[in-house]
């Protein structure tokens, strides 16, 4: 697994832990951004709407609402496409293994 996986699964465990109250969510900082542009990402991978949805997961009308401003994604969905912005392979990998 490489180094980006691995932080991704400690960072799943860290979450566990804040969400079962082991560990104190004060000394974790995570930045979300409060926009992102959904089109500017895919096209950034030059994947059409149909190829995007396919191979991330998401629903083809969630992504249209989504690219057309209909809908605005929540703080995960965000986070997802940020990580999808910066590790697309790392995504792929994790979710063909899924």
């Known amino acids: 697994m490489s180094s980006f996986g691995k932080g991704l699964v400690e960072a799943a465990r860290q979450a566990q832990g804040i969400a079962r109250g082991e560990a104190d969510p004060a000394t974790f900082r995570v ?14 991978l030059d994947l059409t709407q149909a190829e995007f949805a396919q191979r991330f997961g998401f629903p083809i009308g969630t ?8 809908a605005r994604p929540d703080s995960s969905t965000r986070a997802y496409l940020m990580v999808i912005r910066r590790e697309p392979e790392a995504v792929r990998r994790a979710l063909e293994a899924a």
């Open 63 to 70: 992504l249209r609402d989504l690219e057309q401003g209909r």
């Open 31 to 44: 930045h979300v951004p409060a926009d992102v542009d959904v089109r500017e990402i895919r096209k950034g």
